[in-house]
C-alpha cells in the first residue's frame, strides 16, 4: 500500500532510453553496416518470394499461399525492431517517447503471434500434405488456407491489444533506461514501479497459449510426417520430403528455443545482454534465412525464378 502511494507522488515518466547493443564505437560502425544489410537484405528476399508467388500461377497452391503471407509478415516484423537498432548503432542511446515505445511493443508483439500461428499452419500444411495426399484438395482448400491465415492474424492483434495494455497501464516512475535495442516485454517490467503480478500472469498464460500451443502442433505435425516418411518405399521420396522438412525444421527450430528462452517464463529476465543476443537471432537472422531455407531452394520457386529473369 505504501508503495503505491508513494509511487503515486512520482512524476510518470514521458519516454524511454534505448540503450542498444553494447559496443565501443569503433564497433558500432561496422554493426551498422551489417544490420543495414541484412535488413536491406530480407526486404529484398521477402519482397521478390511475395511478387514470385503472385505473378506465377504454378505457385498459387496452399504452401505458397502460407509463404507468401510470412514473408509479408517477415517484412514487417523485421521493420518494426530493426530501424531502432540501426539509430542505436549509429546514435548510441537515444530517446522513445512512453506513446512510440507502446506503439513498437503493440506491433513486435502482434507479428511474433501471428508468427507463431503462421509457422505451425505451414507444419499442418506438410502433415496433410505428406501424410494425407488423397485428402489435401478438401483438408487444404482455400478457404480452409484463408481461415488459417486470418486465424493468425487477427490472434495476433488480439494478443497484442491484451498484452499491451497490460504493460502500459502499469507506473513507470524512473528510472527509464531500457537495456534492449527495441521496446520489449521484460525490460519494461523491469522498470516498472507497481506490482507486475498480474501483468507476468497475462504474459506468462499467452506466452504458453501461444508459443507452445503452436510448437506442439508444429512438432506434432513434423514426427507424424517422420514416421510417414520412414514408412515410403520409394528412396527418393523420401529424400525429397525429408529435404523440405528439414529446411523447414532447422527455421522452427532456430526461432522457438531463442523465443521460448526469453518469454516463456514467470519472472522478470535479469541477464539482458544475452537477450540481446538471442533477440538479435529472432528478429533480424530469421527474418533473413526464412526465405532462403523456404522459398530459394525449392525448385518450383528456382523455375519461377528463371522465368522471371528470362534464364535459360
Known amino acids: 500500500m505504501e508503495r503505491s502511494l508513494e509511487s503515486g507522488n512520482m512524476t510518470r515518466v514521458q519516454e524511454f532510453v534505448l540503450l542498444g547493443l553494447s559496443a565501443s564505437l569503433g564497433m558500432r560502425g561496422v554493426l551498422f553496416a551489417v544490420f543495414l544489410t541484412l535488413y536491406l ?18 505457385l498459387r497452391k496452399p504452401m505458397y499461399f502460407f ?15 530493426t530501424p531502432s537498432l540501426l539509430v542505436g548503432l549509429w546514435t548510441g542511446p537515444f530517446h522513445v517517447p512512453f506513446t512510440a515505445c507502446m506503439t513498437q511493443l503493440f506491433f513486435f508483439v502482434s507479428l511474433i503471434c501471428t508468427e507463431c500461428t503462421l509457422l505451425a499452419s505451414m507444419a499442418y500444411d506438410r502433415y496433410v500434405a505428406i501424410c494425407r495426399p488423397l485428402h489435401y484438395p478438401l483438408l487444404m482448400r482455400p478457404q480452409v488456407c484463408l481461415g488459417l491465415a486470418m486465424s493468425s492474424w487477427l490472434g495476433g492483434l488480439l494478443v497484442s491489444v ?31 514501479c507497481t506490482h507486475v503480478a498480474l501483468t507476468e500472469l497475462v504474459d506468462f498464460i499467452s506466452a504458453i497459449v501461444i508459443f ?19 514408412r515410403m518405399p520409394s528412396a527418393a521420396a523420401r529424400r525429397k520430403a525429408f529435404s523440405t522438412c528439414a529446411s523447414h525444421l532447422i ?35 530469421t527474418p533473413m534465412c526464412n526465405p532462403v531455407i523456404y522459398c530459394l531452394r525449392n525448385r518450383e520457386v528456382h523455375v519461377a525464378l528463371r522465368k522471371t529473369l528470362h534464364w535459360p
Not at 164 to 188: E, R
Not at 212 to 230: D, F, K, P, Q, R
Not at 254 to 282: G, Q
Open 67 to 81: 509463404l507468401g503471407n510470412l514473408s509479408c509478415l517477415e517484412m514487417c516484423y523485421v521493420s518494426v525492431t
Open 41 to 58: 537484405l530480407t526486404l529484398l528476399e521477402n519482397t521478390l518470394i511475395v511478387c514470385l508467388i503472385c505473378s506465377h500461377s504454378e
Open 162 to 192: 491484451v498484452k499491451t495494455s497490460c504493460i502500459a497501464s502499469l507506473s513507470y516512475c524512473g528510472p527509464n533506461v531500457l537495456n534492449q535495442f527495441f521496446c520489449d516485454v521484460s525490460p519494461l517490467l523491469n522498470l516498472s
Open 212 to 230: 507452445c500451443g503452436t510448437l506442439l502442433v508444429a512438432l506434432a505435425s513434423y514426427s507424424a510426417i517422420g514416421v510417414a516418411v520412414l
Open 251 to 285: 527455421v522452427v527450430g532456430i526461432f522457438y528455443s531463442a523465443a521460448l528462452f526469453i518469454y516463456c517464463r514467470p519472472s522478470r529476465i535479469k541477464s539482458m545482454d544475452l537477450n540481446k543476443v538471442l533477440s538479435v537471432v529472432y528478429t533480424v537472422v
